[in-house]
Structure formats: structure tokens, C-alpha cells
Nanobody
Framework: QVQLMESGGGLVQPEGSLRLSCVASGSIFSINAMGWYRQAPGKERELVATIVSGGSTNYVDSVKGRFTISRDNAKNTVYLQMNSLKPEDTAVYYC???????????????WGQGTQVTVSS
């Protein structure tokens, strides 16, 4: 079994910062791309940022210059540093990872349970 566990969400004032973490655990052989998505009330889930195993990153335009995605391959962990937060960043943030698992050997996407980020004064 492979699981993703997020942490680090919460309530923050506008222009504040938060750091999200997501740890993958279980029978993991390797991890390909990892990423963060978010879903605000009444809206579809959207991609926020991705990072591949080699370190290349991609961001949605609305967070460029404010958010930074990074990963620690030794710890099977991906991070999202969020600075200069705005009320429109309020959403449930989900971790996603494309993982090659063992027993059985297969490759598929996994999702975390989500962590709430609320930006409000």
C-alpha cells in the first residue's frame, strides 16, 4: 500500500506564508513527478505546481514568483513554500505523486487527503 500524507495547512493573514509538506510511504520503488493541486469551494481542482525527479518545475501563472515547489528524494517528500498569500489562494490543497510501487509492481497516481489553507484577515 502506498499513502500520501499532507501537513502544514492552516489560517494565515494576507501576505503571510505557509509551508506544505507531503510524505509518500509504503512499498515504493521510485517516484516520478510530484505536485500540488488545489480546489476552492465551487471550483474545479487546478494544478498549482509540479516537480519531476530531476528537479524541473512548473507553476500555474497565478502563483509564479510567490510559491516554490521542492522535493527531498531521500525522504519521499515534496514541499510547497507559499509566500505573499492572497485570499484567492484559499482552497484545499492536495498532494499528487506518480509512483512506481512494489508487490505488485505498477505505476499509478496517488493522492493525499488534502489540507485546508485559508487566507483571511
Amino acid at each position: 500500500q502506498v499513502q500520501l500524507m499532507e501537513s502544514g495547512g492552516g489560517l494565515v493573514q494576507p501576505e503571510g506564508s505557509l509551508r506544505l509538506s507531503c510524505v509518500a510511504s509504503g512499498s515504493i520503488f521510485s517516484i516520478n513527478a510530484m505536485g500540488w493541486y488545489r480546489q476552492a469551494p465551487g471550483k474545479e481542482r487546478e494544478l498549482v505546481a509540479t516537480i519531476v525527479s530531476g528537479g524541473s518545475t512548473n507553476y500555474v501563472d497565478s502563483v509564479k514568483g510567490r510559491f516554490t515547489i521542492s522535493r527531498d528524494n531521500a525522504k519521499n517528500t515534496v514541499y510547497l513554500q507559499m509566500n505573499s498569500l492572497k485570499p484567492e489562494d484559499t482552497a484545499v490543497y492536495y498532494c499528487n505523486a506518480n509512483i512506481v510501487s512494489m508487490f505488485p509492481v505498477r505505476t499509478r497516481d496517488y493522492w493525499g487527503q488534502g489540507t485546508q489553507v485559508t487566507v483571511s484577515s
